[in-house]
């Protein structure tokens, strides 16, 4: 038994969970056991343990589930993203050059916001806006007058106004045309204020791209210009001598798109859409190809929905070389490109970092030695069967257990046998799964029928979180994320679970699992100890899950720790986020703290008035009331 343990290491670690293929460099294991990040890939001198991470904040009093951000990796992602653009562009002599604008929406917390202006102002990285409560987020936060400011979204007068505010004040602000009636407002917004202002277009591609978010792109497309609508507001431009206005071609082809192709198919079409757009007579010097550069979140390296079949190197110099094949016959000047990439930016720097609470198991109590001599036939049936299992025979053993269980559920329910009997057939039918599901891990293939037994028998482990508030999409699309224990790796995980988390929803869960080949249906995991706390993470969650996220059950924002590796593995923590209260999520939904006491406490003076309770218990319940709102939404120790 124990020798298969000793066998274990951390490598093997490595690859059952993945860390190579979908940590990219940025997750490493020690030789103790623990998972181990990196604030650049590979950077291995100075990886800093989580499990010591944890230790630090549990010793502040931060409670998990917490959410970790590890600043390095965003700066690292941020440099990565522009260095590779310029590198494509040296290595194909591009004359153009490239600029980044962050989305907002993927992760609008002014902390990563604050990050990402900070981080990428060597590269003069921008922000994109698409609505008024993000432009006004963008014009406070952005200082740098060379980063471009990009007003997407749809646009009323406000907005309008607001935009040619910014661009009055120094702020690079590009506007973009989204919906033909915004031309007209911008024009004439914009003689009223005296501001000449820099315009994009956004244009309705044809292209489509496969994906959740297919209909961004392509003829339904709700945003943008078709080729007559562009063609409407170049002439309306004219007539109101302000193409000069018009610098900016605009398109976004929808988020995660997991294949090359689409997007150099899109990249085409736009290319000959920008050079329409210029022979008009157009000034225009940028193409901005909005998000879609996707995470390997699945480390499959295929265009699998949670994956993406090309590198950042391969984006960079695909997107590159299309637009200057498409541009390579005519006089038109390389365009400077510009990306809206969120995902991609800030996916890595993120994990939910969580407990476990609890586990039940399928397994049956120990099956009596013999059976009692007057037992019914078929359950001596399921008994033989069982005793008789092999590798050889596991399908037809499983087949007959099958068939007897049923023969003797149907005697039950025709009285023929007692609760008893039924009872002893149903402990061998578990008893057999189990037998038959240990002998399945040595086979190469499994039979659907074997593998669903895999699933049956999988451990519950009940862990301290919300799937609703933590990781919406993996309930609202089925994005699957890495999940894996952040300790104990150099122990074999002997178990084979699925995650459920403590919302008393039955969609509360994890059942799906990444896998470089398709998807597992369990997620190995480790015994849990009586003496110690069981850590787990999920990964890559920082883009879109936490505004996602929301209130089911009223369980709240999590707790957000930021850390800062500095060199030789010594790391600092830069910020801290309470989660919210009890009190926090109940207003949330237009509940007042002070109220709800009140009324609680009319309540309590009435069961002391009918002698229910003391007054003293009055107070000790109103104390653990009060307590209790004050307190963390999660399960707390
Ligand atoms: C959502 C969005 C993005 C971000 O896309 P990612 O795939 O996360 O990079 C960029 N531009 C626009 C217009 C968007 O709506």
């Given at each position: ?6 066998r274990w290491n951390?490598t093997?670690?490595?690859?059952l969970?993945?860390?190579?293929d979908?940590?990219?460099g940025?997750?490493t294991l020690a030789?103790?056991g623990?998972l181990m ?8 001198a100075?990886?800093?343990s ?6 630090g904040m549990?010793?502040?009093g931060?409670d998990?589930p ?11 992602r941020?440099?990565?993203?522009n260095?590779?653009f310029?590198?494509?562009?040296t ?16 992760n609008?917390?002014?902390?990563v ?6 981080f990428g102002?060597?590269?003069h990285?921008?922000l994109?806006?698409g ?9 406070g936060?952005?200082r740098d007058s ?5 007003c ?5 007068e406000?907005?309008?106004?607001l935009g040619l ?17 915004e031309?007209?407002l911008?024009?004439?917004r914009a003689k009223a ?8 277009i ?8 496969g ?6 792109g ?5 945003f943008?210009l078709?080729t007559t609508?562009i063609v409407?507001?170049?002439?309306l431009l004219?007539q109101?001598d ?16 997991s294949?090359?192709?689409e997007?150099?198919t ?5 290319c000959q859409v920008y050079s329409?757009?210029f022979?008009?007579?157009?000034p225009?010097?940028?193409l ?6 996707a995470?390997?979140?699945?480390g ?16 960079c ?5 299309a ?5 390579h016959e005519?006089p038109i ?12 930016l ?7 970092l969580?407990n476990v ?15 009692p ?6 359950i001596q049936?399921?008994n033989?069967a069982?005793q ?13 257990i ?5 023969e ?6 025709h009285?023929?046998i007692?609760l008893?009997?039924r009872?002893l ?7 057999a799964l189990n037998e038959?599901?240990?002998k399945?891990?040595?086979l190469?293939?499994?039979t659907?029928e074997?593998?669903?037994i895999?699933r049956a028998?999988?451990?519950?482990y009940?862990?301290n ?9 993996s309930?609202?699309?089925g ?11 150099d ?7 699925i ?18 080949h ?8 480790h015994?849990?100890?009586?003496s110690?706390e069981?850590?787990l993470?999920a ?6 899950q936490?505004?996602?996220?929301d ?6 924002d999590?707790?957000v720790?930021?850390?800062r590796?500095?060199?030789n ?8 986020q ?10 949330h939904?237009?509940?007042d703290?002070?109220r ?13 008035r009918?002698?229910n ?6 107070r000790e ?8 709102l ?6 707390e120790?």
């Amino acid at each position: 038994m124990n020798y298969t343990f000793e066998r274990w290491n951390t490598t093997k670690s490595m690859d059952l969970y993945g860390v190579n293929d979908w940590g990219k460099g940025y997750f490493t294991l020690a030789g103790n056991g623990d998972l181990m990040v990196m604030p650049s890939p590979g950077q291995s001198a100075d990886a800093v343990s989580i499990p010591e991470i944890v230790t630090g904040m549990k010793a502040r009093g931060l409670d998990m589930p917490v959410l970790l951000r590890i600043e390095n990796i965003l700066s690292s992602r941020i440099s990565k993203l522009n260095e590779s653009f310029l590198s494509a562009i040296t290595t194909l002599d591009y004359k153009g050059s490239y600029i980044g604008a962050y989305p907002i929406k993927v992760n609008q917390q002014e902390q990563v916001v604050e990050k990402i202006t900070r981080f990428g102002s060597r590269y003069h990285h921008g922000l994109e806006a698409g609505s008024k409560a993000e432009l006004i987020a963008a014009m406070g936060m952005l200082r740098d007058s060379k980063a471009p400011l990009i007003c997407n979204g749809y646009k009323d007068e406000e907005f309008v106004d607001l935009g040619l505010y910014a661009s009055k004040i120094g702020h690079f602000c590009i506007m973009v045309v989204e919906m033909p009636g915004e031309l007209p407002l911008i024009l004439e917004r914009a003689k009223a204020l005296g501001a000449k202002p820099v315009l994009g277009i956004r244009i309705k591609l044809s292209s489509r791209a496969g994906g959740h978010w297919a209909d961004s792109g392509g003829d339904r497309s709700i945003f943008g210009l078709d080729t007559t609508q562009i063609v409407q507001a170049i002439d309306l431009l004219k007539q109101e001598d302000m193409l000069d206005c018009l610098q900016m071609v605009h398109y976004h082809l929808g988020s995660q798109i997991s294949n090359i192709r689409e997007i150099r198919t899109a990249v085409n079409e736009a290319c000959q859409v920008y050079s329409g757009i210029f022979q008009e007579g157009a000034p225009l010097k940028y193409l901005d190809l909005g998000g879609g550069l996707a995470v390997d979140y699945d480390g499959s390296q295929s265009n699998f929905l949670s994956s993406r079949n090309y590198t950042l190197d391969e984006y960079c110099i695909d997107i590159i070389e299309a637009v200057m094949t498409s541009l390579h016959e005519s006089p038109i000047p390389h365009p400077t490109i510009i990306t809206e990439s969120g995902r991609a930016l800030v996916a890595y720097y993120s994990m939910l970092l969580f407990n476990v609470l609890d586990v039940t198991r399928f397994q049956t109590a120990a099956l009596p030695e013999t059976l009692p001599v007057d037992c019914h036939p078929q359950i001596q049936y399921m008994n033989e069967a069982l005793q008789t299992l092999t590798i050889r025979n596991i399908q037809e053993c499983f087949n007959d257990i099958l068939f007897y269980r049923d023969e003797v559920r149907d005697l039950f329910n025709h009285g023929k046998i007692s609760l008893r009997e039924r009872s002893l057939s149903e402990q061998i039918f578990w008893a057999a799964l189990n037998e038959i599901e240990k002998k399945a891990r040595d086979l190469k293939h499994l039979t659907p029928e074997l593998e669903d037994i895999q699933r049956a028998l999988a451990d519950i482990y009940y862990c301290n979180f919300s799937v609703f508030q933590s990781l919406p999409d993996s309930w609202a699309i089925g994005q699957l994320f890495p999940v894996m224990p952040i300790h104990r790796l150099d122990e074999e995980p002997t178990r084979r679970a699925i995650i459920a988390d403590i919302t008393c929803d039955c969609d509360g869960k994890l059942d799906r699992f990444i896998d470089s080949h398709e998807l597992k249906r369990f997620l190995p995991l480790h015994e849990l100890k009586d003496s110690e706390e069981y850590f787990l993470g999920a990964f890559l969650v920082g883009a879109y899950q936490e505004t996602l996220g929301d209130l089911h059950n009223l369980l709240g924002d999590t707790n957000v720790v930021t850390v800062r590796i500095q060199k030789n593995g010594e790391f600092k923590f830069v910020g801290e986020q309470e989660g919210d209260t009890v009190a926090d999520t109940l207003s949330h939904v237009s509940y007042d703290a002070k109220r709800l006491v009140v009324r609680f406490r009319k309540m309590a003076e009435e069961a002391v008035r009918k002698g229910n309770i003391s007054p003293q218990e009055r107070r000790e319940i109103m104390q653990a009331y009060e307590a209790g709102l004050r307190g963390y939404t999660y399960f707390e120790r």
